[in-house]
């Protein structure tokens, strides 16, 4: 039995999400009801072990630097690239000594311990049981906001992150907008060239984010991804590991 992912595998993992120099930049869907953020998917891969690294302010300075925790999930593939993850899963599955709870196929975990993701994998009749890890993240621990308290309405937003972000695979900084009413919501997504430490979401762009809103609600958002992968029994099995940095923007 299969069941059938909206859109693809990529919709299971943005669902999760709710992820220098400013050139080569990309600006996606920049006036777009949903976010332009995208796990990584590939067409070899019979599963997917995704760790999200997702941070909390740990003071109200600037910079703002992050503690972490583990968001934990897993789906796996009756074929290589297959758009629909199968009910079957993977048998029992662990990461860092912490069972994921199994919904027809899809599995959901955490851990306290967000420097590494030691996996688990119990198998079945398809998927090959196996223990590895992937222990590597983009580093990145703080947020530094210029005019940290207010942007005037009309200006730029910049935003510059600390840390390293040169081995990222891909890399976003996206604003969302909440809207005035459920469902209003507005993204504005960049695309970033691995290494890159700062953004800037243009006066025009962001104005035409939140509209007339008088008192828009913005939050920033670092996506930082890690790719590696495992081959177990001549089926390949990626590990998506997620740094995610977020941080209210104040328009006046």
């Known amino acids: 039995m299969k069941i059938k992912i909206s859109g693809s595998i990529i919709a299971f993992f943005s669902v999760i999400i709710i992820s220098f120099m400013n050139c080569d930049e990309e600006t996606l869907n920049i006036v777009s009801n949903e976010s332009g953020v995208k796990d990584p998917v590939f067409e070899d891969s019979y599963g997917y072990l995704r760790a999200q690294s997702s941070g909390l302010p740990i003071n109200t300075d600037n910079p703002t630097y992050y503690n972490f925790s583990l968001i934990t999930t897993a789906v796996f593939l009756n074929t290589a690239g297959a758009s629909q993850f199968s009910s079957e899963g993977g048998g029992v599955v662990v990461c860092n000594e912490q069972t994921l709870s199994n919904l027809y ?63 990222a695979y891909t890399l976003y900084a996206e604003l969302e907008y909440g809207g005035t009413n459920y469902g209003d919501g507005k993204y504005l997504t960049k695309e970033l060239d691995p290494g890159t430490l700062s953004c800037t979401f243009k006066a025009s762009d962001v104005s035409d984010l939140y509209g007339s809103d008088q008192n828009p609600g913005v939050t920033f958002r670092l996506f930082a991804y890690y790719v590696d992968s495992t081959t177990q029994s001549s089926k390949k099995y990626y590990f998506i590991n997620l740094t995610l940095l977020s941080h209210a923007i104040y328009l006046q």
């Open 105 to 167: 196929g899809s599995y959901w975990g955490g851990s306290t311990d967000a420097t590494r993701a030691i996996w688990n994998i119990g198998g079945n009749s398809s998927v090959p049981a196996f223990i590895d890890s992937c222990n590597t993240f983009v580093q990145v621990t703080g947020i530094d906001i210029d005019s940290w308290s207010t942007y005037p309405k009309g200006s730029d937003v910049i935003v510059s992150w600390i840390g390293n972000t040169e081995n």
